[in-house]
């Protein structure tokens, strides 16, 4: 059974940090990208950032470059993204995926897509 399991979500002050874990099991996911999306309420569900599993190749939204790093860590089957420089439209529910892609700008095309069930980030201001 695949999982992925978010975690790190919380409350936090603009001009703040967070980091966010994504625990993936179930399969392997060589030849996955793993990506994090977000929503907030009354929006649609939008791509924050995604690394290719093998060779780590990185691709971010323009809302977040500068600030968001993604990274994933193989031995622990686990990706991550640090916040930094939190704003208040960065408040939403995030969500850990895993998509098979062309490439990793290609966030629009998910096939063969896991979900987690999302952790929720608040940033007051």
């Known amino acids: 059974q695949v999982q992925l399991v978010e975690s790190g979500g919380g409350l936090v002050q603009a001009g703040g940090s967070l980091r966010l874990s994504c625990a993936a099991s179930?399969?392997?996911?060589?030849?996955?990208?793993m990506g994090w999306f977000r929503q907030a309420p009354g929006k649609e569900r939008e791509f924050v950032a995604r690394i290719r599993w093998n060779g780590g190749r990185t691709y971010y939204a323009d809302s977040v470059k500068g600030r968001f790093t993604i990274s994933r860590d193989n031995a622990k089957n686990t990706v991550y993204l640090q916040m930094n420089n939190l704003k208040s439209e960065d408040t939403a529910v995030y969500y850990c995926?895993?998509?098979?892609?062309?490439?990793?700008?290609?966030?629009?095309?998910?096939?063969?897509?896991?979900w987690g069930q999302g952790t929720q980030v608040t940033v007051s201001s």
């Open positions: 995926n895993a998509a098979i892609s062309p490439t990793e700008a290609d966030h629009d095309t998910l096939r063969d897509d896991y």
């Open positions: 179930g399969r392997t996911f060589s030849n996955y990208i």
